[in-house]
């Protein structure tokens, strides 16, 4: 028997967390009521996944702890993509969705492990042709913020 569809539990996450958003300013708009309905209708959900987020649209939860439950880091950038979309998507970008954004981000922060992102940004530098780099320290310095700076983008 083929197991029924469903996401990993650190997407579903990205998800609830998406809707715990969308209660942030204490208004939920037709328009992002409708991103989430089109964004949502190719996701392979489970039955008790769907229901879990039918449940979270009329019982708000709190975007903190819900962000709390990504676990994968692509999948918290992802939320983020999703996440910009939606506070704009009402032409209102308020001050309760600023703030609940920006502690979304210290949070993030804090949970990146910054030993993997030296590691990755060493990688990458491995990766490039020799002399790429430039010649002096400074474009070296100038590539590696550079690569720091898009890694947190």
Known sequence: M??????SQS???VWRT???LVHADGVVTDEEIRYIAEAME???FSDKQRALLKEDMSKPQKP???FAMISDKFDQSE???LAAQLVHIDGDYGSAEQDIM?????????QTNVDDLVHKVRFDFEDEPSGQNGADGLN????????VKHFFS
């Open 2 to 7: 083929i197991p029924p569809p469903s996401v």
């Open 11 to 13: 997407r579903f996450y």
């Open 18 to 20: 998406i809707v715990a």
């Open 42 to 44: 190719h996701v392979p």
């Open 64 to 66: 903190m702890t819900m």
């Open 79 to 81: 939320f983020f993509k």
């Open 102 to 110: 920006l502690r979304l981000k210290e949070a993030h922060i804090k």
């Open 140 to 147: 070296q310095k100038k590539s590696f913020f550079e690569k």
